[in-house]
């Protein structure tokens, strides 16, 4: 998988969200986006990431930017997820990953001497226009919003 650069075009994509309802790439145009994938709704990492996430909304809603994790969790486990944490931002369902492989999310891990193929923790910071601004592979769960206001701060300079 080639991973993404800021100035390449993100990845279109449609899938379900936690509610049932298909979210396009395409419907955020106009608006910046924060797009990150995850390997599994309400484990440990996973859940202080989106909920470090969740807590920075207004900041990110006050600088025009959405946000969505995309993992392979179904649409029924996802909600669970968002309700159980307030979540309240949008879920999405890549069940066979394709999603995460033309974001260069998906990859070789390795966990207690094992070599697996996974989602491999990342982020991307998606302009009004579709342009990758930033991309972060292998990112720690939170350092998703410091480094994302980072890149909106520079941004702003």
């Not at 049932?20 to 990492?45: C, I, N």
């Not at 601004?133 to 206001?149: F, G, H, M, N, S």
């Amino acid at each position: 998988m080639k991973n993404l650069n800021p100035g390449d075009s993100a990845p279109l994509f449609a899938l379900i969200d936690q509610s049932g309802g298909e979210v396009s790439l395409s419907e955020f145009e106009g608006r910046k986006l924060l797009v990150y994938f995850y390997p599994k709704a309400d484990t440990s990492g996973c859940t202080k990431q989106a909920c470090s996430i969740r807590d920075a909304e207004p900041d990110f809603s006050d600088l025009g930017v959405a946000a969505i994790g995309i993992s392979p969790d179904k649409p029924a486990k996802l909600k669970k997820f968002d309700e159980k944490h307030g979540l309240g931002f949008i879920l999405l369902s890549d069940p066979d990953s394709e999603v995460a492989k033309a974001y260069g999310a998906w990859g070789e891990k390795k966990m207690y001497g094992k070599t697996y193929e996974g989602i491999i923790r990342s982020s991307f910071l998606i302009d009004e226009s579709g342009k990758i601004i930033e991309a972060w592979y292998k990112i720690k769960p939170l350092d998703t919003v410091p480094k994302a206001r980072k890149a909106l701060d520079q941004l702003r300079a």
